[in-house]
């Protein structure tokens, strides 16, 4: 029974220092105020062009143009202040109308939402991606 308990005791050790890691390689990562493809061009082998679609699959973006040729993306309700908020800014041309340009902010929860995903390898990857979830070269060399 001791026997047991101490090996559980190494597995949980071992849980918190993977679980520490990963919220110090979140912590470099994530700044206030990043869109989901500024964070998503920091992760190793994740096809930042991409990331804003998979993010319409699961329902946190959506394409507020009514043709669907020139894509807006837009926070939707299931994500909004949870995963995801808004920045407005008004834009105004010269010799046109002003609008309201909406631009998708992460929040510190979708960050986290989205770099668990990452290392669950479901965020789309470039196709060359060499495997690795780390920008380190000598870790690259080691492995």
Avoid at 11 to 16: M, P, Q, T, Y
Avoid at 45 to 53: M, R
């Amino acid at each position: 029974m001791v026997v047991r308990a101490e090996e559980e005791k190494e597995k949980l050790l071992l849980e918190n220092k993977s679980l520490s890691t990963e919220n110090d390689c979140l912590k470099n990562l994530f700044k206030e105020g990043m869109t989901p493809t500024q964070f998503s061009k920091m992760l190793n082998g994740v096809n930042s062009q991409q990331i804003n679609h998979f993010l319409a699959g699961l329902k946190w973006l959506y394409n507020e143009s009514k043709s669907g040729n020139n894509l807006r993306w837009r926070v939707a309700a299931t994500a909004r202040d949870k995963y995801l908020t808004e920045k407005q800014n008004e834009i105004s041309p010269h010799g046109a109308n002003s609008f309201i340009s909406y631009r998708p902010v992460l929040l510190r929860k979708g960050a986290q939402r989205l770099y668990d995903q990452y290392l669950a390898d479901k965020l789309p990857m470039k196709k060359n991606w060499n495997g690795l979830h780390t920008h380190d070269k000598t870790i690259q060399i080691v492995a």
